[in-house]
């Protein structure tokens, strides 16, 4: 069975980092490139990141880009998203999602159920 | 960037009805679409890729289509199951946008 499983989450104070995980199982991981997604309280989705399968491509939201670093490691099937500098802007529920693709370029298939990121003083 | 423009915002409907919600690229993608579903409390889940194609498992009630900037999403005969939220989201390039958001509602 494909799935996904986020993990460290939490809550932390504005100007904090925290640093999200994703574990893979089920599928080849290095032949699919990988996202973060995010779904603030009541509103819809936002695409934070994304990650080709040898990590040669990356790209970032412009909400968070300087801030957010997107990486994997293939050898532990496993995605993570280094979150620096957060605002209470960022609090949502993170969504580990997998491209269809290895690319970048085929949409995403399967999602985890999410990780919730808390920013508050 | 690309934007997604999605409509409706909502819509209620009874059980049995055609539904149809429309999403509109800023320019044009191609087919690099997808419509996710989105329970209450759960995460979303792919229904149609590259704007047409059903994905496997999927009831055949719902279905895609449209390419370029124009797309439609359907559900031939509302179920209760259905209840969710629906979005657009294009794979065209960097970054990724998805629409607004179609909560569907049981009349």
């Known amino acids: 069975e494909v799935q996904l499983v986020e993990s460290g989450g939490g809550l932390v104070q504005p100007g904090r980092s925290l640093r999200l995980s994703c574990a893979a199982s089920?599928?080849?991981?290095?032949?699919?490139?990988m996202h973060w997604v995010r779904q603030a309280p009541g509103k819809g989705l936002e695409w934070v990141a994304g990650?080709?399968?040898?990590?040669?491509?990356?790209d970032y939201a412009d909400s968070v880009k300087g801030r957010f670093s997107i990486s994997r490691d293939n050898a532990k099937n496993s995605l993570y998203l280094e979150m620096n500098s957060l605002r209470v802007e960022d609090m949502a529920l993170y969504y580990c999602?997998?491209?269809?693709?290895?690319?970048?370029?085929?949409?995403?298939?399967?999602w985890g159920q999410g990780t919730t990121v808390t920013v508050s003083s | 960037d690309i934007q997604m423009t999605q409509s409706p915002s909502s819509l209620s409907a009874s059980v049995g009805d055609r539904v149809t919600i429309t999403c509109q690229a800023s320019?044009?993608?191609?087919?690099?679409l997808n419509w996710y579903q989105q329970r209450p409390g759960k995460a979303p889940k792919v229904l149609i890729y590259?704007?047409?194609n059903l994905k496997t498992g999927v009831p055949s009630r719902f279905s895609g289509s449209g390419s370029g900037t124009d797309f439609t999403f359907t559900i031939s005969s509302l179920q209760p199951e259905d209840i969710a939220t629906y979005y657009c989201?294009?794979?065209?390039?960097?970054?990724?946008?998805f629409g607004g958001g179609t909560k569907v509602a049981i009349k």
């Open positions: 999602t997998k491209d269809r693709a290895a690319t970048l370029h085929g949409g995403m298939d399967v």
């Open positions: 089920g599928f080849t991981f290095d032949d699919y490139a």
């Open positions: 990650i080709n399968w040898n990590s040669g491509i990356i």
């Open positions: 320019q044009d993608i191609s087919y690099y």
């Open positions: 590259d704007a047409s």
């Open positions: 989201q294009h794979y065209d390039n960097l970054p990724f946008t």
